[in-house]
């Protein structure tokens, strides 16, 4: 079982930037993928960035260039360093990780950005 805590999340006027994080902690052997995910109200949930255990990464379009995804492997930690913030990135964002076949949830951490 792996257990998914977020925080870094808050209110902040477009332009401006925050930093979430994710710690995993529980019984587990290796952490492969560790990403962000968002939800805004009315939409599904999407992909914002993930990273591998390697370190290669892949972005959404629409964050590529002001997102940027890291690890902290010794850690098990993950990043989401955000800048140039816009209202459209209002939403509730999510950590994911793989664990061999499995995948878990954090419960979220709300991100407003006002206009």
């Known amino acids: 079982q792996v257990q998914l805590v977020e925080s870094g999340g808050g209110l902040v006027q477009a332009g401006g930037s925050l930093r979430l994080s994710c710690a995993a902690s529980g019984n587990f052997f290796r952490i492969n993928d560790m990403g962000w995910f968002r939800q805004a109200p009315g939409n599904q949930r999407e992909l914002v960035a993930i990273?591998?255990?390697?370190?290669?990464?892949n972005y959404a379009g629409s964050v590529e260039g002001r997102f940027t995804i890291s690890r902290d492997n010794a850690k098990n930690t993950v990043y989401l360093q955000m800048n140039s913030l816009k209202p459209e990135d209002t939403a509730v964002y999510y950590c994911?990780?793989?664990?061999?076949?499995?995948?878990?949830w954090g419960k979220g951490t709300l991100v407003t950005v006002s206009s």
């Open positions: 994911n990780a793989r664990s061999g076949p499995l995948s878990y």
């Open positions: 990273i591998r255990s390697g370190g290669s990464t």
